[in-house]
């Protein structure tokens, strides 16, 4: 019964969260001077009341925020004001499958190189291993995305000739953008996996193991690991979230048309029913990996109990 209370209180807690997250963006989109059609050029006052009218915008505030919960709530997000015969609908479904390719190559990427970095470094501790990995790190850290980007442009595209410079559709084309939005995760994910790792290697399971006469890589890899990775495991729940739902910089410096490009344009434009249709997207991934992280502490470390 304690994982269907868990499950039936998080899901309440998720609709909590959705409606509460809905309000804050149907309200802020509104507050913003403008609207969806104020940019247009010649307009005709008749024209532009046609088509308010069409998208319900010559309403009362409370009667639109009523209409378009309730389609939201039957998982109609509604037409796109700027994407002509659009539906938000539609450009999520498009978009959400090249944005969740990119994510998880990218995930993989920074969960192997991470962790391996930080296992390395906690086993190699105060070793030029550790110096240069932890170093890597922090660069990778505190570079931004969009200069990791430009650099490996010029690197791997302009003077290597290794990968192209933009589009999407092979996995050339994937490589490099998928190992740029990595680089940041991987840096957290290895300072993590490093500190982590120290703190069990001076536990009394580990040298009891170790007295065994166990090898040091069964140590590390059966026993230690499974230990070290508790903080690993709560950052990949929001950073899954995040990469999955696709890197507004990266997707267009390499041109890719996933749902980060799809929510600049949609705040650009003042696209009302499209930017909150991203935002909730974004909403359910987070409760969903947060959700998945607290099921896997239990399932990693016996020790923690789901209720």
């Not at 959705?18 to 403008?34: D, K, N």
């Not at 993989?108 to 470094?121: E, K, L, P, R």
């Not at 090898?215 to 990949?236: D, E, F, N, T």
Request: glycine fraction near 8%.
């Amino acid at each position: 019964m304690a994982p269907l209370k868990f499950l039936a209180k998080r899901l309440l807690f998720a609709g909590l969260t959705l409606w509460l997250v809905y309000t804050a963006t149907f309200f802020m989109m509104r507050a913003v001077p403008g609207g969806p059609f104020a940019s247009e050029k010649n307009l005709p006052e008749a024209v532009k009341r046609n088509i308010e009218a069409r998208y319900q915008l010559d309403q009362p505030w409370y009667r639109q925020y009523a209409t378009h919960l309730s389609r939201t709530v039957r998982g109609d997000l509604g037409p796109s004001y700027k994407l002509e015969d659009y539906t938000v609908n539609e450009v999520i479904a498009q978009g959400f499958p090249v944005s969740a390719s990119l994510g998880i190559f990218a995930l993989f990427c920074a969960t192997t190189i991470g962790m391996t970095a930080g296992v390395v470094s906690a086993v190699a501790r105060h070793t030029p291993w550790d110096y240069g990995f932890m170093a890597l790190a922090t660069i990778g850290i505190a570079v931004p995305n969009f200069v990791l980007a430009s650099l490996g442009v010029i690197a791997f595209v302009f003077v290597l000739n290794l990968f192209p410079a933009a589009g999407w559709g092979s996995l050339r084309q994937l490589i490099l953008p998928a190992l740029c939005l990595a680089a940041p995760f991987a840096g957290y994910i290895a300072r993590l996996t490093r500190t982590g790792m120290l703190e069990v290697l001076g536990l009394d399971y580990i040298r009891t193991a170790h007295a065994k006469g166990l090898a040091p890589r069964h140590v590390i890899v059966r026993h230690a690991l499974r230990g070290a990775i508790l903080p690993v495991v709560s950052y990949l729940g929001p950073a899954t979230a995040g990469i999955l739902s696709g890197s507004l910089v990266l997707e267009r410096i390499f041109a890719i048309p996933g749902m980060g490009s799809h929510f600049i344009e949609a705040a650009t434009q003042r696209d009302y029913t499209l930017a909150m249709g991203m935002v909730l997207v974004y909403s359910v991934l987070l409760l969903f990996m947060n959700t998945l992280v607290d099921i896997s502490y239990a399932i990693l470390d016996p020790r923690v109990k789901i209720g």
